[in-house]
């Protein structure tokens, strides 16, 4: 056979492993058929670093994924081959000077239910495939169908997905490109930042094999403890299953999730499996019907779900805002979610919802600014997923029969952590505040507060605001909108997902 001119080229995007991976899968099958060496690529892309919903944890768990690639990669049998390449560029520029350099053949990529700005580049990327006629092969991520404009098929498309046959990458017959180290040199553009390369063990690490660890123990152990422990703030770091930034960032598919699940349940030699848990399938689920609603409905990174609601006016209190941000408000349970998450990276899904409904209702604030510093702090942000859950936690996601949950804090915080061990260890101020008291610091007598070493207003800050008044004013704000409202079922999600 002749050699093929060009090269294939192969485009990690939110998909940061080398199992279950389809697009690679046929990437080296076709360049078993043809000849065509492949290349593996990842851009830092400048423009997408610089969106209001990314910080560095997130492009350090990504090089954390992508040093594990690697390590995966030089330890395969086999005598001839390459890293994932390594790019802090726009993809477009990237793909300009490869195909200069090689002739791109083909483009294989998951499909991505992104922000906006990754949507535009992507039309961009289709823009520049079709000028130079080269076939860019996009494939279903986690059966989130693209284009779809309504809720139909979607549920049997995830039941079939997730039980048909892994995409295994046979990465022993991968014929690798190698590029030249001066040319890569000149083309990868600025080194990588040292502050990516540092771990912080406050964080979970990234990569494929961390993300099987995690796999591995949760359904070991770890999920004996779920349906007791997810709603609490302190018990839910180990009893979750802790695989959000692994799936955000696609070191997990959904479907090895859920066939190792299946697995656990029934093993496959005949031993007693774990207790089936329902509510982590219902959960699994989730993450891909609200990035399906997200691909449906993308506007919803800028604007309200309904526009009934944009004539709520939202006046905007930047000190309010400020002690939300960094864990001032003066309500233990608000402070220590805000400051353990800008700390950790993670906060489960009810503290999740506590700070939002404490922005957007007590606080009466806009969701946009706040849905972006939040984004920043999870390591597992995923668009689809927090924006359809941003609105829908702000009430204005919400049908007409559904009513607006507004989460009392304190409430909250004798339900989920009664001894106040969470609050403690993330409020060192109430260290030494009296059990009765650390739900509502503010009730303290001033010779208690003293003793504890904490004086309210001085050490720790009095509430900024009460909750009773509050409570009452967005109430009736919302209802007043809210009754102008009609939406379709198939809009929204199924009540287990919102209550729990
Ligand atoms: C305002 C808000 C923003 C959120 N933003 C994100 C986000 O950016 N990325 C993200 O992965 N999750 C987000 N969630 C959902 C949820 O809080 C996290 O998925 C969960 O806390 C992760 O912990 P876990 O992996 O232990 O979850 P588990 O309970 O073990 O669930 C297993 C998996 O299911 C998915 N999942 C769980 N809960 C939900 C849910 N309610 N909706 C959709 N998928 C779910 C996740 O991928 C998770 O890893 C958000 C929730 C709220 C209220």
Redesign the pocket.
Known sequence: MNKPSGINVLWFKRDLRLRDHEPLKAAIEAGQQSGRPLLLLYCFEPSVMADPNYAMRHWRFVYESLTDLNGQLMDLPITYTAPVYLFQREVIDVLTALHRQFTIHTLYSHQETGLRITYDRDKIVARFCQQHRLDWREYESNAVRRGLKTGVGVQANWDRTMQQCQQQPDLTRWQPVRLLANWYEVERGPALPDDWQQTDPQFQPGGERNAHRYMTSFFAQRIAQ?ENS?SKPLE?RRG?????PY??WGCLSARQVYQAYQQAVRPPNGSNGIRPSAL?IS??R??S??IQLFERDERIEFENKHSAFDALEKQVNPAHFLAWQTGQTGYPLIDACMRCLIATGYV??RM??LL?SFLTHHLFQHWQEGGWH??RQ?T???PG??YA??QL?AGILASDRQPVRIYNPVKQSQEHDPEGQFIRQWVPELVACPTRYIHQPWTMPALEQQTAGCRIGQEYPAPIIDTKQTYQFAQEQFYKFRNQITSSRSDLPGDH?VER
């Open positions: 779920y997810i839910s979750g299953s802790r695989l959000s799936l955000a982590f959960r699994l989730a993450q019907y609200f489960n899904f999740r919802a939002i939040l984004a999870y597992d942000f995923e997923i927090h859950q941003l936690q997902l």
